[in-house]
């Protein structure tokens, strides 16, 4: 037992506690590299006047983790649990669990399942099935609302989420097909995020759309002098705007940070084996058709364009009547006698070329089924010096779909370990699996259907895992052979640019260039490939209409963005660190996993045994108590005590997680463990950190540790000198803490239910709002670790900031400090006091500068947040009136109009007092930091460096 690494170890978890709110309020806790799109709209997101949001990032832009960012941000900041409940199709539910598991540290638990909380978080998933089904939202229990592909589901489901989000204060919808050009969409959309705007029209029996066109107008007018300057258009359209709530990020918005697609189509000649199988085909479709057989003929088109071995296999199941057996047994004879497949060369040709100039690229062949698949695998194996993986379509009920992934996952493992460069795949890859890691996708059987090519693209052009983010070049390849059906279909299919870019159209449009293509193959009456090309040409060209409809368009974030990224890079961690290795200086978002890791290698040496384990390519370790763990010192709920089975294992660094991430490791005895991602948000991080705040070690003026330091230490500059060490942080969230209930006034037990409601509603939106308050101020002056360090010198003491980090960390090389003895320092009380007096002035020099650099960034702010805040106030005061006029001109010789009129009233009087309260807090916020300013949980020591002994040097070993 260490007295001086216990008293580190408190020092850390403190200076962990400043670096959740630190870290984008918690939101950089998840398992997931930030790239510079998501740290600005995540930042947007929290600390607008509202978290009301239509997150629309093209395909593959992270949004998922992106509202994952947000969800565990608001639970941290949270007073109480935070409710959140997930509304997502069914076909998203397993991709959503896994994200959640691997990245968000949560788990959805659905109706009849049991589960508890998560680090201040409760999350169930509500299943759209169960609404149609006539379930209910239970909109007064829920904190925060998450919707996937809210455009995609249900009317009777999306009418349940826009009246549940009425009242629910935090909403995030999620989509890559916005389908804004949609008048209906578009109104649907708006009143889920704007519903003071839904209620105004809702009394005044008018559309939302309307409603916020006039508020945009009038803004428009308003403010029309002053839209030249950037950032006051920029206030106005975020307060005004129609589109204030929606986050739209493309690709080319980011050519230098986010992946982007290289297309290179290979159209080859055909062989004369390629010409007859086309020509015995059509034939056979002819004779079909004479015959009057019925047949799908687009089937049998699109299995003849994949490969001969497709068409083998087809050839067994076609009818083979007196009718069309001449027919059958040509493209039986061309099978047998015509072999030459031109794609196939091309194909092998083009991967060998690919290996040569890039022996680890790792290419995805899509086969579309089995036959194809298999003829590749066996093709390429012979033919091409690499290692190929298969997955082949399984067909199985949709009740063992858990099966079905557990196949998928064994079928890819190869290619996801590495072992496999090359992946051949049928359909079943092409959902639900990720394959960011891919270099190139080789489209050798091309899918008709263009979201079936968007969905097969999707899976390698996202955001990878490992690595710092970077940009990254995709190759996009399909092959055709020329005057080929598939030739035709990618030149429509080009037309639509549906290679080059990750735009997903409306579904009705997809569709309709999906049966263009039908009718042009199958050669229906009237349809050409011509009139095919031409209308996937004008495909999408009403999609931006809906820019269209607003005065005050977004307008583009990179440059804040990047900005926004370069100033989180180059900040410095909560406390000081210790560099790994002299040569390689960290960024602050790698300065946090180190941060962490000095932590735990502190806690090992006093509290816990953590080891390090290896699942396949999976590197983590474990944590459990040291000894036989049956009276831990520092317990956590977690971690069971009662035997080491019951060690969890974890992960610290983003570069350790696999891609795709694994949820669970295995060890020797053949136990599952669930793997956690340590950082903010993660239970076991959290109650870490609780553990070791709540057990500190006792330490004043007077406190001195003789302390061993391993030969190279940093600090050994300083052997044998006395340094003095005083900490303090300076914390000013307190600077926003209002009486709710003064504002509101109390409840009245003989109130109407009107009344009482309208009481509750106001109390709940004013809730909301300063709590978004607080976090844009929590932002801008975010809690702050202070450290001093001082060292004796001739009887005076001078400044040794140098050393800091060195104390903090006794560790180097791997070999580890050790306390030699603690005891009163010897030093007379004048040389105590002076040494305090020295470092107080410091710590408080550090405190000022640190609350000045927070008020200039406040009162650099307060009027344009002064200006959204009173454009919120304007519209909830108007809904209020809004209802009160509807219900005025109700009957009032009813008795229950009478209560809604009255219950009208006192909401208008609510929201008149909640928005005068707001704007007050925020105009004296300035003030209000300033005097919440104090230097609290202040720690003295004094350390005296010596150099490890040959013995000590043994036992740190």
């Known amino acids: 037992m260490s007295d001086f690494n216990r008293l580190l170890l408190n020092l850390h978890a403190e200076a962990r506690r400043c670096d959740r709110d630190q870290a984008l309020l918690g939101a950089l806790g998840v398992g997931a590299f930030a790239y510079p799109h998501q740290l600005d709209s995540v930042h947007r997101m929290l600390t607008a006047s509202a978290c009301r949001w239509l997150l629309a990032d093209e395909v593959g832009l992270g949004k998922t983790v992106q509202a994952i960012m947000v969800m565990r941000a608001l639970a941290a900041q949270s007073s109480r649990l935070l409710n959140v409940a997930l509304v997502v199709p069914d076909d998203l539910v397993e991709q959503w669990e896994k994200e959640l598991l691997a990245r968000g540290h949560a788990i959805a638990i659905e109706a009849g399942e049991s589960g508890g909380p998560n680090s201040n978080l409760l999350m169930r998933l509500i299943r759209p099935s169960r609404i149609v089904a006539g379930g209910k939202i239970a909109a007064d229990k829920i904190d925060m609302l998450l919707v996937d592909e809210f455009t995609k589901l249900q009317v009777a489901v999306r009418n349940e989420l826009i009246a549940a989000a009425r009242t629910i204060p935090h909403v995030i919808a999620m989509t890559a097909t916005p389908a804004l050009h949609q008048v209906r969409t578009r109104g649907e959309l708006m009143e889920l995020l704007e519903p003071e705007a839904a209620r105004i029209a809702r009394a005044e029996g008018r559309n939302v759309l309307d409603v916020l066109s006039e508020r945009e107008q009038a803004a428009f007018d308003r403010f029309r002098g002053e839209l030249a300057d950037a950032a006051r258009r920029r206030a106005v359209e975020d307060s005004y705007g129609l589109y204030r709530r929606l986050i739209r990020t493309q690709r080319t918005d980011y050519p230098d940070t986010l992946p982007q697609r290289r297309y290179q189509p290979i159209r080859v000649a055909p062989t004369d084996g390629d ?38 296999e087809r050839l067994s199941t076609l009818k083979r009547t007196q009718a069309v057996a001449d027919a059958w047994r040509r493209i039986e004879t061309v099978l047998r006698d015509e072999p030459g497949d031109a794609k196939l060369d091309a194909l092998v040709d083009h991967v060998r070329e690919v290996r040569a100039m890039k022996p680890d690229a790792r290419i995805v062949i899509v086969a579309e089924d089995n036959p194809t698949t298999d003829y590749l695998h066996d093709a390429l194996t012979r033919l091409v010096d690499a290692k190929v993986a298969r997955k082949r379509r399984v067909m199985r009920a949709a009740e063992e779909l858990e099966v079905q992934v557990a196949m998928l996952k064994d079928a890819l493992e190869d290619f996801v370990n590495g072992e496999a460069n090359i992946l051949i795949a049928a359909l079943d890859a092409r959902e639900g699996h990720n394959l960011q890691f891919a270099d190139e996708i080789i489209f050798f059987a091309l899918p008709w259907s263009p979201p079936d090519i968007q969905q097969w693209i999707g899976r390698i052009d996202r955001l990878g895992t490992r690595g710092v983010p970077s940009s990254r070049t995709i190759a996009i390849t399909p092959i055709v ?42 050669g229906d009456r009237g349809a ?15 999609a931006n209409d809906w820019l269209k409809s607003t ?34 200086k960290l960024n602050w978002f790698q300065s946090r996993e180190r941060g962490l890791d000095v932590l735990l290698n502190l806690a090992r040496e006093e509290y816990f045994d953590i080891r390090s384990g290896k699942d396949g390519q999976q590197s983590f370790k474990t944590i459990w108590y040291r000894g036989d763990g049956r009276e831990p010192e520092l317990a956590l709920p977690d971690i069971d005590n009662r035997s080491s089975w019951h060690r969890q294992a974890f992960i610290t660094k983003r570069a350790a997680i696999e891609c795709p991430p694994n949820t669970y490791v295995e060890q020797k005895d053949g136990q599952k463990r669930r793997l956690h991602f340590l950082d903010h948000g993660c239970s076991l991080h959290d109650q870490l950190i609780d553990a070791l705040i709540r057990k500190p070690i006792s330490s004043d003026l007077t406190t001195e540790f003789v302390v ?40 009245d037990r003989q109130a109407s239910k009107p009344e009482q409601d309208a009481r509750n509603t106001a109390l709940r939106s004013l809730e909301a709002s300063l709590a978004a308050d607080r976090r844009w101020l929590l932002d801008r002056c975010p809690p702050m670790f202070l450290m001093s360090v001082f060292v004796e010198n001739m009887g005076s003491f001078s400044p040794a900031m140098a050393t800091a980090s060195a104390i903090l960390d006794p560790s180097h090389d791997r070999l580890r400090g050790r306390q030699l003895s603690r005891r009163r320092t010897s030093l007379a009380e004048p040389q105590i006091a002076e040494a305090r007096a020295a470092a107080q002035a410091d710590l408080q020099k550090r405190g000022s500068e640190a609350l000045g650099r927070a008020l200039v960034s406040i009162n650099g702010a307060v009027d344009t947040r002064l200006f959204a805040v009173d454009a ?51 105009t004296g916020a300035a003030g209000s930091v300033s005097k919440a300013a104090t230097l609290s949980k202040r720690r003295y020591f004094w350390v005296v460096p010596r150099a490890m002994s040959e013995e000590s040097l043994g036992a740190s070993q």
């Open 708 to 747: 061993e330091f391993p030969s190279g230490h940093p600090i050994l500059s300083w052997k044998g000198r006395r340094l003095f060490i005083a900490v303090a942080v300076l914390d000013l969230s307190s600077a926003l803490a209002p009486d709710l209930d003064a504002i509101i006034g109390p409840i």
């Open 528 to 542: 050409t490939w011509s009139d095919a090309t031409s209308y996937a040409r004008n495909l999408g060209e009403t």
């Open 481 to 522: 052979t020329e005057n080929s059906i598939e030739a035709r279909i990618l030149e429509v299919l080009e037309a639509t640019k549906v290679f080059e870019r990750s735009e997903v159209w409306d579904d009705s449009e997809w569709e309709a260039i999906s049966k263009a293509i039908n009718a042009a193959a199958e």
């Open 275 to 312: 010409v007859q199988r086309a020509k015995a085909t059509r034939a056979y479709l002819e004779a079909a058709e004479a015959a009057g057989l019925d047949y799908r003929r687009d089937a049998l088109l699109q299995v003849a364009g994949r490969s001969p071995q497709s068409l083998r």
């Open 872 to 922: 919120d106030a304007v519209q909830h005061v108007e809904a209020a009136r809004a209802e009160l006029a509807s219900a005025e001109a109700l009957d009032q010789k009813l008795v229950f109009n009478q209560a809604a009129v009255r219950g009208a009233k006192l909401a208008v009087e609510f929201n008149e007092r909640a928005s005068a309260a707001r704007k007050a807090w925020l």
């Open 551 to 584: 005065k005050l368009p977004p307008s583009p974030r990179t440059t804040i963005a990047e900005k926004r990224a370069a100033g989180l890079r180059n900040r410095d961690y909560a406390c000081p660190l210790t560099a790994e290795a002299e040569d390689r």
